[in-house]
Structures are given as structure tokens and as C-alpha cells.
């Protein structure tokens, strides 16, 4: 796992594949309520966004071209974690 350290939780995030073709799965370590994500390209402009209600595990389609992009979960307890993916 490729990614920035914002809090205890992010320990226990598995980010597969990184790299990535496109498609990511990002296991939470546990199950948190009115999850979302926020994907952002390198100089910050956000790319996509989705919802997933109540989950442990998010299954995405990271869409663009190839780089660094940041990923930012949260839920209805705040932020989880902000990751990096690298798109191949």
C-alpha cells in the first residue's frame, strides 16, 4: 500500500492494486456508516466522487489517465484517511 499517514485508521486501510489499470478496492478495516470518497489528480482538481452507504470495502473504477492520484475517504464519523493510487 502506497499511502499518507493521517490518523490511526489508516493503518488498517488495504489499497489493491496500486498501481492500478483502473479498477481499485480499498478494505477499510471495519465497517463505517455513509462512506464516500473523493479521488483528486496530482495538482489537486477533483476527478470523481462516490457514495457507498455502509461498507467495510469500496470497489471503484479510477478513471483518467496515467499518475499519482489522491483518494480522500470519509464517513458519517469524519474523515477516514486520504491514500495515494498510482494509475498505470
Known amino acids: 500500500m502506497v499511502g499518507i499517514a493521517d490518523s490511526d485508521l ?3 486501510l488495504i489499497v489493491y492494486p496500486n498501481p492500478t489499470k483502473g479498477e481499485c478496492t480499498i478494505e ?4 463505517y ?4 470518497l473523493k479521488v483528486s489528480g ?3 482538481k477533483l476527478i470523481s466522487s462516490h457514495n457507498f452507504g455502509t ?3 469500496l470497489q ?3 478513471k483518467g489517465s496515467k499518475g ?3 483518494v480522500e475517504i ?9 491514500t495515494r493510487i498510482i494509475k498505470d
Do not use: C, H, P
Not at 477499510?28 to 465497517?31: F, I, P, Q, T, V
Not at 470519509?74 to 486520504?82: L, N, R
Open 68 to 70: 499519482l492520484y489522491f
Open 42 to 44: 496530482y495538482s489537486g
Open 74 to 82: 470519509y464517513s458519517s464519523e469524519g474523515k477516514i484517511a486520504t
Open 10 to 12: 489508516e493503518k488498517d
Open 60 to 62: 471503484f473504477e479510477l
Open 55 to 57: 461498507t467495510s470495502s
Open 33 to 36: 456508516q455513509n462512506v464516500s
Open 28 to 31: 477499510l478495516g471495519r465497517e
